[in-house]
């Protein structure tokens, strides 16, 4: 593991799991959440940067990832379980409050997280994924197959066992590749005829390393790919159950940074309502728009220090 130096580890009880938690530092707390496919160590860069600041870097294997547990059932992975962890994760740590940082998926359960539980949450730098209000006409599911078909990725993620079968016979280290290189702003497709070879040979780019693939590889051939692909199962659950928060506001300071090659930039209509208000609306304590040029959707990886620049200086204004 490359640029791990004097992080401790630890597995907290939470919420009836066991989270496994890197951390690093000492002083106020900041809880940095990853995405698909990734791990704590997504974070690495940022946990040393941050430490350094004189902040205390908190970063867990989310629920179905790494040495997390991962619950069988698919429903354990709705939103509800999914920020009920990081609350639990702050009581079990004794935090009545942290500053929260996601990415993709991470980014998705703290704006939920500042939705449903605003009071611990200091102020959130969320990357990749903006607000997503919810659409009471159509369930998301439905929605991304009348724009992209059956063979976008999230509609393909929705077939019981077939994303794992494939992803097998590629290899995880090959599944990861492809994830990580993607730079094209368009949409991600996964033909029912095979997402490529597995001895196709993917050249890494200069943020990521041999070492770190090896890493990431070896964590998901242990823990597999089924917990981190039941949260893509459960849209359409959470759509369901979030009903109740239909037109809620996220009512937090907030700063969000996204690469304009990233594909969830891409979305029918999203730059409009990322610029135009709609954004503003939604989170109302929105200051800070980042649009990186030339970076696609691993931003926190990809431009490392950037990031952690990027988030140090909007939370030490708190």
Known sequence: MEGVSGISHQTVEANGIRMHVAEKGEGPAVLLLHGFPELWYSWRHQIASLAARGYRAIAP?????????????????NI??????????????????????GHDWGAHVAWHLCMFRPDRVKAVVNLSVAFLPRNPAMKPVDYFRSIYGDEYYICRFQEPDAAE?????????????????????????????????PNEQITLPSWLSEADINYYTSKF??????GPINYYRCFDLNWELTEPWNGAQANVPAKF????????????NMQDYI????????????QEVVVMEGVAHFINQEKAQEIADHIYDFIQKF
Do not use: C, N
């Not at 740590?93 to 500053?99: G, N, T, V, Y």
């Not at 940074?257 to 990233?262: E, K, N, P, S, T």
């Not at 709609?278 to 989170?283: C, I, L, N, T």
């Open 80 to 101: 509800f379980h999914l920020v009920g962890d990081l609350v639990a994760l702050l009581d079990a740590l004794a935090l009545s409050q942290a500053f929260v940082v």
């Open 275 to 286: 610029h135009k208000g709609g954004f503003k609306k939604d989170v109302p304590l929105l």
């Open 165 to 197: 079968a494939e992803f097998a016979r590629l290899g995880a280290a090959t599944v990861l590749k492809k994830f990580f290189t993607y730079r094209d702003p368009g949409p991600i497709y996964i033909p029912k005829d095979g997402w490529g070879s």
């Open 61 to 77: 294997d989310l629920r179905g990832f790494g040495d997390t547990d991962a619950p069988p059932d698919v429903s354990s992975y």
């Open 257 to 268: 940074i996204v690469g304009d090659l990233d594909l969830t930039y891409h979305y029918p």
């Open 221 to 226: 051939e242990k823990s597999g790919f089924t």
